[in-house]
């Protein structure tokens, strides 16, 4: 009796000591110190380091080993290759391992317990149909991904939250052991109540297996919990599995492939619709993995260097095939795993027509390529739906391969990425974007045409009015100006001659191109006609104003301009030109500031500004004569600028700009003058009299404006010592 007390004792206090340990949180190891001149290594080298460093927490037995026939020798998959493999995986407890764990005998060797997998395992996963009823489909995986690293880094943060208490399974009484050891009825291995794909079973473990296995060999690998679960880089665990169960793993490698590359999935493409796929927290509660993992295979190549990206629109052939045992379906025909056949879309890139991971991979191609891509298994393709048709239970189990050709696509732009201003390429130009686009300021000749529309239907695109060409009427049209088609509009960039939504759709443009471009807004202050003087202006204002009459005055009215961009007047290039023609660019964009300064265009003319002297700072290698030409022309347009800043209210950014120059010479009396008016409207009176002062000694014939402009100093600081009493006496009654 006082033995059975005294055992139930020490299994209290057993307990009691393993829920304190579990409570933890489980301790993270410490940062390792990267120095900036360490010695890169190559791929192989790192794997091969990375075994051995693994030791015997990655145990691997062959168990059947490919035959080489004749002179073939056996094919290893290198870094970064896709292999396919046949995996079976169980779960075993640290208590019900029959082997022994690392650091029990000599270091490297295999047991012979190594080849069969321990009687209390708990089936996890099988892909081979003979075997736990698999789906007979291999799986695949890209060796060293490390995008998946990154890819997983959030999740893993997150999965690292709960405590290692709430991470693991209660621990079983000694009388359900008991039981679970006598009962006829409990078989050696059971298998875990949640559905588990081969994905969460890709942990570091058997990539390193993998990694060294060859083509057609089969083994028998034990993972232990450091390279497991416990892995930086690993996923969560399945439901049912421990992070610190020991993962047992039947592999058999069965192909390798060196030209699949991973697609990395962007997070928001999975956040609406069930045809992007299931995300957020599942039925009970627990978030989401991260993103499927999606591979691609080029079979053809594309031509040019765009890949389609929101919202360009786009039109492509796809089928979609459930991944069979095999690759194909020998017994029911090559179309038998068919659930999309061969159809052709036209849809909008991130419009949610295709499911996220096929999305994704088309954002990657070029016109004319064609590809492979493959979709792991997963339930998030319980929801996938692709041209009507979603996808089978079979293609759930063992994933999904589409085949797609991505025939055209057409440039759509957000043009300054506000959803106000929306560009459609409708004729292709000669050139390359955006080489011969006339990006900076330089002489242009167009033609275009406007017409006033409701605006709705132009907020995500053009589908609305792109086939109604009678809606709204053309107001005004540079063709219809002049007889015979009218001559071209030449007009100058930056200068804001045309609205700026026109203006910036055609520096996107290259010459010939024939373009459609909404301005969801009419009279949007940035984006429209800001004044009379602007061609067409007169003509969209008086439609507007004839539209709200007949309409609600608070409706929103769009403009669609079809712009053509007839040429252009290259500007100078200011790596390759001469001195003299940089000069000449250089006082040609001064001059234009100057106009716009004098105009009332501040901001324009600030921009004209800040170019030239962005330009002439750019220049190096010059001789006295030519630095000495540069530096005055960069002084005139820098006190120009200053000038410009300082009618804006801008002058702080004017001070520093004059004190540029004051570095270089002290005694520049314009440069002195200019700072002490900023001196001045920010209340440094004294800062002010000393500039002014020294600008009166350096330039004796600006004695008589220096003595009026002290006279207004002295002016202004009374004044301002006036309101401060003013307002003391106020605060103090």
């Not at 075997?131 to 060293?144: E, F, M, T």
């Not at 052939?317 to 795993?337: D, F, I, K, Q, Y």
């Not at 347009?637 to 702080?652: C, D, V, Y």
Request: proline fraction near 7%; charged fraction near 30%; aromatic fraction near 4%.
């Amino acid at each position: 009796m006082a033995s059975t007390s005294s055992a139930a004792t020490v299994r209290a206090d057993l307990i009691r000591w393993c829920e304190r340990v579990e409570s933890r949180d489980r301790r993270e190891a410490p940062p390792t110190p990267t120095l900036w001149n360490r010695e890169k290594i190559g791929k192989d080298v790192a794997l091969a380091r990375e075994l051995h460093l693994a030791g015997g927490a990655v145990r691997k037995r062959v168990t059947h080993a490919p035959s080489p026939s004749g002179d073939a020798v056996a094919v290893i998959p290198g870094h970064a290759w896709e292999v396919s493999f046949h995996v079976v995986a169980y779960a075993v407890r640290p208590d019900a391992v029959d082997a022994p764990r690392e650091g029990e005998g000599e270091t490297g060797e295999t047991d012979e317990t190594d080849a069969r997998v321990p009687s209390r395992a708990r089936l996890i996963l099988s892909t081979r149909a003979d075997v736990g009823g698999g789906c007979g489909a291999p799986h695949r995986l890209i060796l060293d991904d490390r995008s998946d690293g990154e890819r997983e880094s959030s999740n893993t943060a997150e999965a690292a939250g709960p405590t290692r208490r709430e991470r693991r399974r209660p621990l079983p009484s000694r009388d359900d052991e008991t039981d679970a050891r006598t009962s006829p009825s409990s078989p050696a291995t059971t298998t875990t109540s949640a559905a588990v794909y081969p994905g969460q079973l890709c942990v570091t473990g058997l990539e390193l297996a993998l990694a060294s296995m060859a083509i057609g060999e089969r083994c028998v690998v034990r993972v232990q919990p450091t390279y497991a679960y416990l892995h930086p880089r690993a996923r969560p665990p399945p439901r049912g599995v421990d992070v610190e169960d020991d993962i047992w793993l039947d592999v058999e490698s069965v192909r390798a492939s060196a030209r699949a590359t991973r697609i990395r999935i962007d997070a928001t493409r999975t956040r609406t619709d069930g045809a992007r796929g299931r995300t957020g927290d599942d039925e009970d509660g627990d978030p989401q993995g991260p993103p499927p993992v999606v591979h691609k295979t080029v079979t053809r190549e594309g031509e040019g260097w765009e890949s389609p990206r929101p919202p360009f629109e786009i039109v492509l052939e796809l089928v979609g095939r459930a991944c069979a045992p095999g690759g194909t379906n020998a017994e029911e025909g090559p179309n038998a795993s068919v659930f999309a056949p061969r159809t052709r879309v036209r849809c909008v890139s991130g419009d949610g027509t295709l499911p996220a991971p096929l999305s994704a991979a088309v954002d990657t191609m070029r016109v004319g390529e064609r590809s492979s891509v493959w979709c792991e298994p997963g339930a998030y393709l319980e929801d996938v739906v692709v041209c009507g048709r979603r996808v089978p239970a079979a293609g759930v189990a063992a994933g999904v391969e589409f085949e797609l050709a991505l025939e055209s696509m057409v440039h759509v732009r957000d043009v300054f990425g506000d959803g106000v201003v929306f560009k459609r390429r409708e004729k292709e130009g000669a050139g390359e974007f955006p080489a011969d686009c006339p990006v900076h300021d330089c002489t242009c000749r167009v033609h275009f045409s406007v017409r006033v529309l409701p605006s709705s239907g132009f907020i995500s695109g053009f589908s609305t009015h792109e086939t109604n060409d009678t809606a709204g009427k053309v107001v005004y049209d540079t063709r219809a100006l002049a007889p015979g088609g009218g001559h071209p509009l030449e007009f100058q960039l930056g200068c804001g001659t045309l609205p700026e939504a026109l203006e910036t759709s055609f520096r996107l443009a290259v010459p010939g191109e024939v373009a459609r471009v909404i301005l969801n807004d009419a009279t949007h202050p940035r984006h429209g006609y800001v004044g009379e003087d602007q061609p067409g202006a007169s003509a969209v204002f008086a439609a507007l104003a004839e539209l709200a009459k007949e309409t609600c005055p608070k409706q929103t009215v769009a403009l669609e301009f079809v712009a053509e961009l007839v040429g252009f007047d290259r500007p100078v290039n200011w790596h390759r030109a001469s001195l003299s023609a940089m000069l000449d660019e250089a006082r040609k964009l001064k001059d234009e500031g100057n106009e716009l300064l004098a105009g009332g265009k501040l901001a324009l003319a600030r921009s004209k500004y800040e170019k030239t002297v962005r330009n002439l700072e750019g220049l190096r290698g010059l001789d006295p004569a030519e630095h000495e030409a540069v530096y005055h022309l960069r002084r005139k347009t820098t006190l120009n600028l200053a000038a410009a800043l300082q009618r804006s209210g801008e002058h702080a950014d004017a001070i520093a700009r004059l004190e540029k120059l004051l570095d270089e010479d002290p005694d520049d009396a314009k440069a002195l003058w200019r700072r002490s008016v900023s001196f001045l409207a920010t209340h440094e009176h004294a800062r002010a009299r000393s500039d002014l002062s020294r600008c009166a000694e350096i330039d004796p014939s600006t004695a008589e404006e220096v003595r009026a402009q002290l006279r207004r100093v002295d002016q202004r600081e009374i004044e301002g010592v006036a309101r401060e009493r003013a307002v003391a006496e106020r605060a103090l009654g």
